[in-house]
């Protein structure tokens, strides 16, 4: 049997997605926002909510770093993310930030059950999330880091925080 590698022509995108969203606010380089686009379309993320000063499409960059996959996530801008998060408790949400804080618990004891909808909120690459939101977030989690470097590139984080949540709703 051979391992053949298989060519991305034979893929076919899946029709549902998870009861996930981002909120990503001030995120100012737009490689982090096209990251963002690629991993929700990878892994079934349902919208992306760019609040504050992130950086919106149509960019280039985000386009050339999101293999243009922001045309087909859906994504709301708005200025102020806390009306966004408020919004979003009201159709049932929980609201999770993704910061390392002196209350986060490990991103592994997040409890997620099968229907369960989750609002995951990402901060800046050098600030993280803001006070505020952290303040208005039911649960903070963080990702143990276990190097010399207490955090790592935010884009990247989304990414296994997705991949563990979504593996949780099943």
């Known amino acids: 049997m051979h391992n053949l590698q298989r060519d991305h022509r034979e893929h076919r995108a899946a029709a549902t997605r998870h009861p996930i969203c981002f909120l990503a606010h001030d995120i100012d380089v737009p490689t982090n926002v096209g990251s963002f686009f690629r991993i929700a379309d990878a892994l079934g993320v349902e919208r992306i909510f760019l609040t504050g000063r992130s950086c919106v499409p149509p960019s280039a960059k985000i386009s050339k770093t999101s293999r243009s996959t922001e045309k087909h996530v859906p994504c709301t801008c708005r200025h102020d993310p806390l009306q966004v998060v408020a919004e979003l408790r009201q159709a049932g949400y929980r609201i999770v930030s993704l910061e ?71």
Do not use: F
Not at 106 to 132: F, K, M
Not at 144 to 161: E, F, R
């Open 100 to 170: 390392i804080t002196s209350a986060s618990m490990d991103l592994e004891q997040l409890a997620v059950n099968p229907g369960d909808r989750v609002c995951l909120i990402l901060g800046s690459e050098n600030t993280g999330v803001c006070q505020a939101l952290l303040d208005a977030s039911d649960a903070t989690v963080h990702i143990p880091m276990l190097g010399h470097n207490s955090s790592m590139n935010v884009a990247s984080a989304c990414a296994i925080a997705t991949y563990a949540i979504t593996r949780k709703m099943g």
